[in-house]
């Protein structure tokens, strides 16, 4: 079957799941599975042959006609959409059950398909005007997912925070695509590298899809939305959503000119954003808001990779470009895996105990042990520790970085703080995780919540192992990823084809694969050593007490104090402390809550005074004809001075 | 064949050499202070004795307590595969492979966080916090300290990067490896292997629950990060690429001793530093890394 019979099949099975969704669960699911396999098998053709795929309608649609193109570029965004919707929807089949949730089930099922659909429009379509159409429908899909549970305030304001952000990137979009079509004559895309004129439009797209893809200081709506969402929402958003601006960025940053500028301006949003993004997660206590700006930091690792290519493409095509983007794309995919994952357990963990704060659980392993394992693996995962997928493309956007460093072109030694940015990153990110895995399912339950929390079901476990799956298998083969990879990376510059690796990925497989099967043979090996040799239980030490509590244990907050002290200044972290007083104190407390500092210290003061000049305006405006005279006069006056004095 | 020979022998002297350099710090230590001190092999002895015994397990612990140590273990011993020995070279040297070094200690450093965390005591997550914090400003001293290198050489495998002479950075490239090395390993002054059961400690306090073959394996291991670190820092700064193979191996195993007897010397001479200092070592450290990097940087063609 070509991939565009396929790709049609998929459409309209999901298009019959917005139709069928809201009545018959398990039929929707089997339109869902069948649209996502369908979607998965076009782009994967794509992938191993490297023929793109392409189609122009002969009617028209909204007066131009349809163009639908599927790249290398494409293509590896689709498989990322059609295994990420295609998991989650499993996973929701249980987790949005219509027995828990019977009033919003239903829509969230006819929703699911038509995001699925609007982003499957997004990576496909070839013509501007279409393009923002999909984009558009996409947005506002997501916006009624995540309000699914509407009935909770926090969660319409989670959503109009988004709406409202994703708006104003879509205004510049529509600024883009129109600057766009009015220079090139016509709403088709496709590659324009040699059109110098269109350099400027550059600014407008990076700001449209970086409010997307939550680009540091443009992603104030994502921790919210992503923390108040369902969690199959959070999943299938910060797995897919925010790469569809990615997809944006790397798309037309391929095929408009781009200056040189764009890309240092790429590459330092990234490291910034990477550091800042992992130091706001590490001093979250909601478990779902670290993972959303987690987010943040690895779409910076993702947007270091692609500055780094832009820097290539601007020197000749140095192969060092390649590489960084090489592994951004990687990424793109390993970002998808284990935070979906990640998601889909805290999913479970709040599924089970009703709470997300991190500092009312604890000891959750004993219940959900399948969980507690899958999220421990997403954690080592996205802290990009070998031997998962995490490393891998971290590895690859460093080798491009001390490539680049190495080559010694004067301008490019700045790419030297980016890589100790990056380093840095990647040590608060396992501090991060550390924290987060260990305090959620380590230790004894903090509350009674925790104590009677219990295993996620079937499908639920079932979903998360899969993409636990795919950590592993790219993590351990990474060689099998490269072509695939490099169809994508040739989608965006030919001039970089080649199918062989230019860096050793098959012997980092080697020591991947190693290192994770000594570490299984020493474990079971010390395990059973241990078991042999007599194991006891006992209470833990604790310097002789007596009378133990849970609450005596290290909380998350103190985990993260001293790392999340480093950045005060940026974190602005308050705290209502109300010490114990007297002989005998009774009780004191201490609330800590770390603000979103972008939004509340910059945005909303802007947009207050933008109000109070606006409240001052409308002043003028208050129904006496008189004044409203006045004003015209006092107008022709000025209008007949200007005339007069006009020399 | 071969490879699996070299792999057998470098393997055999990791597990066996790494526990000698703690003996040889406890004894540099006992002799400045005027006492006989342990024996050198003392660590062989405990391993030896620790295997044997049987475990307690907090009431609390997860599997993940005694698998968390192994992995550490595994991670360590294959970062120390990684490393080119010198004269007898990499087993397997690759571009890149020095950044997997790096990684893998963190992975060793991960495990180390989730088995401390695992019993619920505070004392076990006071420790894992300060192990995980400090390790950023670390791990940024260490890949600027390999970023020189690589700038230096224009190489990112370790076997190339280590075989010339350092260039005019080497002192301070040796200072703040020297500095990374201490933190890393938890010694004076940013840890006092000596006291157990104090709030001030970081990495010691991380295993105080742990006994039995899991202590033994993470004592060996914190050897063998010890015998890795103190490789890394010669061999990045002798020139024992350009030495002849016996004068190389004996410049190897001289810097290597020298080192650990100046661990020693340090650890005699030295008070251990207030906690909120330590962050400032750390960056101390970080900035020598990166003069050195800046030294690489303008020093022209390298080697």
């Given at each position: 079957?070509t991939?565009?019979?396929l790709?049609?099949l ?14 018959l ?5 089997a339109?869902v599975?069948?649209?996502a396999?369908?979607a ?11 023929a793109?795929w392409?189609?122009?309608s ?19 965004f ?6 990420i ?13 219509d ?17 699925m ?17 999909a984009?558009e ?12 549970d ?14 409202a ?101 790429i ?13 706001f ?39 060092w ?52 394992s ?5 954690a ?24 680049a460093?190495?080559s ?29 895995s ?23 476990r ?17 060689v ?38 000594a ?42 104090s ?20 007297g ?6 407390t201490?609330?800590?809550r770390?603000p979103?500092?972008?939004l ?6 802007l ?12 002043r ?18 000025a ?8 020399p | ?11 055999a002297?990791?597990?066996l ?43 609390l ?12 273990w595994?991670a ?18 690759f571009?890149?492979?020095?950044l ?27 420790g ?26 224009g ?20 200072a ?9 390993n938890?010694?004076?002054p940013f ?13 010691e306090?991380m ?25 890394l ?12 193979w ?15 007897v ?12 207030a ?29």
């Open positions: 079957m991939p565009g019979l790709l049609l998929a459409a309209l099975s999901l298009a019959s799941g917005i139709v069928t969704g809201p009545r669960a398990r039929t929707w699911l339109l599975l069948a649209g396999a369908g998965l098998i076009s782009a994967w053709a794509v992938l191993e042959s490297g793109p392409e189609w122009r002969g009617f028209h649609l909204g007066g131009e006609p349809l163009h639908l193109r599927l790249d290398g570029l494409s293509a590896l689709l498989v990322l959409l059609s295994v919707g295609g998991v989650s929807a499993v996973y929701a089949r249980q987790y949005w059950s027995e828990r949730y019977p009033d919003s089930a239903p829509a969230g099922r006819a929703w699911w398909c038509g995001l659909l609007s982003m499957g429009g997004v990576v496909l379509c070839s013509n501007g005007l279409h393009f923002l159409i984009w429908l996409f947005t506002l899909c997501a916006f009624f997912l995540i309000t699914l509407r009935r909770r305030r926090e969660v319409r304001a989670a959503g109009w925070l988004y709406l952000a994703s708006h104003a990137g879509t205004i510049c979009l529509f600024a883009f695509f129109g600057m766009l079509a009015a220079r090139t004559g016509g709403w088709d895309l496709g590659p324009m590298r040699d059109r110098a004129e269109l350099q400027p439009l550059c600014w407008l797209m990076l700001t449209g899809f970086g409010v997307k893809a939550g680009m540091f200081p443009l992603h104030i709506w994502l921790p919210s939305a992503h923390a108040n969402a369902p969690s199959h929402v959070s999943t299938i958003m910060s797995g897919v959503a925010i790469k569809m601006g990615i997809y944006g960025l790397v798309r037309f940053s391929g095929w408009l000119p781009m200056p040189e500028t764009a890309g240092w301006v590459l330092v949003l990234g490291a910034i954003g990477a550091l800042f993004g992992i130091a997660a590490l001093a979250q206590s909601d478990l779902k808001r670290l993972l959303a700006y987690c987010s943040v930091e690895n779409i910076g690792i993702i947007l270091i990779g692609l500055g780094t290519a832009l820097l290539g493409t601007a020197r000749d095509h140095a192969p470009g390649r590489l960084a983007l090489a592994g951004a794309l990687l990424h793109v995919w390993n970002h998808g895996a284990f935070k979906s994952l990640l998601f889909l357990g805290a999913g479970s963990v709040l599924h089970a105990t009703g709470t997300r704060e991190m500092s009312r659980l604890g000891g959750l392993w004993r219940a959900m042990p399948w969980t507690a899958l999220f421990g693996l997403g080592v995962a996205v802290s990009g520790l070998p031997p998962l997928n995490g490393f891998v493309s971290e590895w690859l956007v460093y080798l491009g970085l001390f490539d460093a190495s010694r072109a004067a301008s490019v030694g700045a790419v030297m703080p980016a890589i100790v940015m990056l380093a840095m990153t990647g040590a608060l990110a396992l501090a991060c995780f550390a924290k987060a260990t305090i959620v399912f380590l230790g004894a339950c903090r509350t009674q919540a925790a104590a009677q929390a219990h295993e996620c079901g079937t499908l639920m079932g979903s998360m192992l899969a993409l636990a799956g795919a950590c592993l298998v790219i993590g351990l083969g990474p099998l990823f490269w072509p695939p990879i490099s169809r994508a990376v040739e989608a965006w510059s030919p001039a970089w084809a080649s199918t062989v690796p230019p860096v050793p990925l098959a012997k980092l497989g080697l020591v991947q694969v190693t290192v994770a099967l570490a299984c043979a020493v474990a079971s090996w010390l395990w059973r050593k241990s078991r042999a040799n007599g194991l006891r239980r006992g209470l833990t030490w604790d310097c002789g007490y007596a009378g133990p509590t849970v609450r005596m244990q290290y909380t998350g907050g103190s985990f993260a001293i790392a999340a002290g480093w950045f005060a200044w940026l974190l602005q972290p308050q705290r209502v402390l109300r010490r114990p007083r002989l005998l104190p009774t009780d004191a201490c609330i800590e770390v979103e500092t972008i509340e210290r910059v945005l909303t003061p947009s207050q005074i933008v109000m109070r000049a606006s409240a001052a305006t409308r003028l405006q208050h129904g006496r004809l008189s004044a409203y005279i006045l004003y015209v006069l006092a107008g022709l006056i209008m007949s001075l200007c005339v007069v004095l006009r | 064949m071969m490879t699996i020979l070299q792999i057998i022998a470098r393997l002297l990791w597990l050499v790494a526990p000698l350099l703690p003996g040889i710090i406890n004894k540099v230590k006992a002799w400045v202070a005027g006492r006989r001190g342990p024996p050198v092999l003392q660590l062989y002895y405990d391993l030896a004795r620790l295997w044997r015994k049987g475990v307690v397990l907090s009431t612990a997860s599997p993940g307590f005694v698998i968390g140590p192994a992995v550490a595994v360590v011993a294959s970062a120390g595969l990684l490393l080119p020995l010198g004269p007898a070279g990499g087993l397997f040297g571009r890149g492979d020095a997997i070094l790096i990684y893998l200690l963190a992975l060793a450093r991960f495990c180390t966080s989730w088995a401390a965390m695992e019993t619920g005591s505070a004392f076990e997550g006071m894992a916090a300060r192990e995980v914090s400090y390790a950023v400003l670390a791990e940024a001293a260490l890949i600027a300290a390999v970023l020189s290198l690589c700038i230096q050489t190489s990112t495998s370790l076997v190339t990067m280590l075989s010339p002479s350092a260039s005019a950075g080497a002192v301070l490239l040796a703040g490896l020297f500095t990374v090395l201490l933190a890393e938890c010694r004076v840890d006092d292997p000596n006291t157990h059961l104090e709030l001030t400690m970081i990495h306090v295993v105080l629950d742990h006994s039995g073959p899991p202590l033994a394996v993470i004592l060996h291991g914190a050897a063998m990060k010890l015998m890795l670190f103190a490789l820092l010669v061999e990045a700064v002798l020139p024992l690429g350009k030495l002849t016996p004068t190389a191996a004996g410049a190897l195993v001289g810097g290597v001793l020298a080192s650990t100046g661990i020693g010397l340090v650890e005699s001479l030295l008070a251990r530093l906690f909120r200092r330590v962050p400032l070592l750390l960056t101390t450290a970080f900035l020598l890394c990166l003069f050195a990097l800046l030294i690489a940087w303008k020093g022209g063609g390298g080697a």
